[in-house]
Nanobody, 114 residues
């Protein structure tokens, strides 16, 4: 069974940075396409960043240039480096395979104060 555990969220002031981590069990992240999603209260879950098995990445326009997704194959962990954070980045962040085949983890809360 596949499980994802997200961590690294917290409260940060606008302009600050956070690094989120997603550790997987049951799959090897190096051979899967992975993505970070976020969901703010009252809004639909949206895809923020994706990293494909070959290493290429894509980003939502709203985070391009500020967020970076990376992967540590030895640790079976995917990261999301978030810089220049804005209040509108506040949400619960989740990692998931692409396409979404598994149960969602608990996510990690990111709150950006203005």
């Amino acid at each position: 069974q596949v499980h994802f555990v997200e961590s690294g969220g917290g409260l940060v002031q606008a302009g600050g940075s956070l690094r989120l981590s997603c550790t997987a069990s049951g799959i090897s992240l190096s051979i899967n396409h992975m993505a970070w999603y976020r969901q703010a209260p009252g809004k639909q879950r949206e895809l923020v960043a994706a990293m494909y098995s070959a290493g290429s990445t894509t980003y939502a326009d709203s985070v391009k240039g500020r967020f970076t997704v990376s992967r540590d194959n030895a640790k079976n962990t995917v990261y999301l480096q978030m810089n220049s954070l804005k209040p509108e980045d506040s949400a619960v962040y989740y990692c998931m395979r692409l396409p979404p085949l598994d149960s969602w983890g608990q996510g990690t809360q990111v709150t950006v104060s203005s």
